[in-house]
C-alpha cells in the first residue's frame, strides 16, 4: 500500500472519527460524551469529503453536527438537574465487551481481504457510474413517494417530538 496524501488524510479523518466515537463510549460526563458525538461526526464529514461527496458532507455537517447533536446537548443541559446522584454500573459490561471484540475481529478479517484483494463484498463499480448527478437523484429519492419520502418525514417527526419531550421534561412544573 502506497502512502499517499489522501491515504494520510484518510487515516487522520478515520483517527478522528474512531477517538470520538470511543470518547462517547468511555465518557462518564454525558455532556462530554455529546461533544465527542460532534468530534465523531466531523471525522464522518470529513471522509465524505475524501469519498467526493460534498453535498453529505454538508448534510452531515449542517444536519447532524449542526441540528442533531445540539439537539442532544440542549437536551442533556435542560434535564441536568434531574441526574441522579449515585452512579448506575452496567452489569452486562463483560458481555458487552466481548459482543464487541468479536464484532472488532470479524471487521477486521473483512478488511483485511478486501485489502489483500481475496475477495470484494461489494462491486468494484466507479462511483461515477452509478449516477451522472447524485444531488439530483438523491433529492428526487427523498421527495419520491416509493423511495424515501416516508422515513425522511419519520425522522423530522421523531426530532420534534424529542425536542418537545426535552422542553416538557425539562420545564418547571409551576402547579406542583
Known amino acids: 500500500m ?3 496524501i489522501e491515504t494520510l488524510v484518510f487515516a ?3 483517527i478522528i472519527t474512531l477517538a470520538g466515537g470511543l470518547g462517547v463510549v468511555l465518557a462518564r460526563n454525558l455532556f462530554r460524551a455529546a461533544l465527542m458525538l460532534l468530534v465523531s461526526l466531523f471525522g464522518v464529514a470529513g471522509l465524505f469529503v475524501l469519498l467526493a461527496a460534498p453535498f453529505l ?3 452531515q455537517i449542517l444536519i447532524y453536527m449542526g441540528g442533531i447533536a445540539i439537539l442532544i446537548i440542549f437536551a442533556v443541559m435542560l434535564t441536568r438537574g434531574m441526574v441522579r446522584a449515585h452512579k448506575v454500573m452496567n452489569e452486562q459490561w463483560d458481555v458487552a465487551a466481548f459482543i464487541a471484540l468479536v464484532a472488532f475481529i470479524v471487521l477486521l478479517v473483512v478488511i483485511i481481504q478486501v485489502a489483500q484483494g481475496d475477495g470484494a463484498p461489494l462491486p468494484q463499480a466507479p462511483v461515477a457510474d452509478v449516477t451522472a448527478d447524485p444531488t439530483v437523484s ?3 429519492s427523498l ?3 416509493a423511495q424515501y419520502v416516508l422515513p425522511f418525514e419519520v ?4 426530532l420534534v417530538g424529542a425536542l418537545i419531550g426535552a422542553i416538557y421534561v425539562a ?3 409551576e402547579a406542583e
Do not use: H, K, N
Request: aromatic letters at 4%; glycine letters at 4%; charged letters at 25%.
Open 171 to 173: 420545564r418547571d412544573d
Open 155 to 158: 425522522a423530522s417527526v421523531l
Open 57 to 59: 458532507a454538508a448534510v
Open 143 to 145: 421527495l419520491d413517494p
Open 2 to 4: 502506497e502512502l499517499t
Open 12 to 14: 487522520i479523518f478515520s
Open 138 to 140: 438523491l433529492g428526487a
